[in-house]
């Protein structure tokens, strides 16, 4: 950048050259001094990316945080980085956004990392897993537990590299129109639940169905289905299950916290200036404290319509429970098979888990069972 130019955009910034030094040169990450040599900073140059989304447009808070996403770069960047937006389906199907930012047809996606685990067994943890961590332990494992450094080496090989962009909290276990009182009552029980709790739900005699989104109302009032999960209170009203099917079962032992992400390829990604890459950085972990947020608020509103709706609250007994916890770790042994990645993952994944537990049994857990008798 020209000299003059260059003064006259940090006067328009309102820092003069010797307060931006001292800003920049006062910044500390992790006690260590800011490296200035890898401040690379262009205010002429613009980038224009695309963004590949696995969810349909404006799909309640998934898509609404690819486009709070894309708004927040384009403000914090003074519109230098323009995002474009493909929901699903209009660039390419959703299953393969993750190829389309590979080969660099997208510059990022937006998805959920257990879609990938056909590319590498490993992905899985970092969305969530059967019986895993809640939202809290998850976010603490990625951001203080060595869980993003992790997906980021697991990415690294597929040229792509990953940021935090929300978590859904523990999900709804599903909607039922069987009574699920016995592990009995799962034989045969034809549910749509993808992925390893489908596994695991095939292992107690059920039949785990892969059905799209659209289907999925007509076929459990016409019985095709017995049963399915979807997210929580807020999408599953909108899909308006509780007027086909009788139980909302609790809790969501499939999906205790899924993380979503979003995901640039890397050479794009490094090909942008220094503070372009932050912002991206920034903007992704705004999304993620949006997105749980936004979640919890809207599950409260709609699950209170639901029960006006007359539906009927269901906890999955414990003997339940117990089993599908025994099926989904077989399942999970499975998966990992003698895969090295996938295994280291999952050690860091479970050894984080039973370091936390304890702690969060003896204040998270202690807290909500004490109020509630209140
Ligand atoms: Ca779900």
Redesign the pocket.
Known sequence: MKRKKFLKTTAKLGLGITTLATALSSCKVEKKEVDLSAININFNKTFKWRMASFWPKNFPVFGEGDLFFIDWVKKMSGNRLDIKLYAKGELVPAMEVFDTVQDGTADIGSAASYYWLGKTPAAAFFATAPFGMNAQQHHSWMVAGGGYELWKEVYEPFGLIPFISGN?GV??G?WFNKEINTVDDLKGLKMR??GIAGKALEKAGGAAMNVPGGEIYTNLERGVLDAT????PYHDYKMGFYKVAKYYYTP?W??PG?QLEFFANKKAYESLPSDLQEIIQGAAVRVQSWTLAEFDAKNGIYLKKILDEGTELRRFPDDVLKALKKYSDEAIQEMIGNDPVAKKVADSYYSFKKRINPWTDITEKVYYNSIQEM
């Open positions: 859904s999900q709804m599903g639940i993808p999960e979807w997210v929580g969501g499939h999906e899924t």
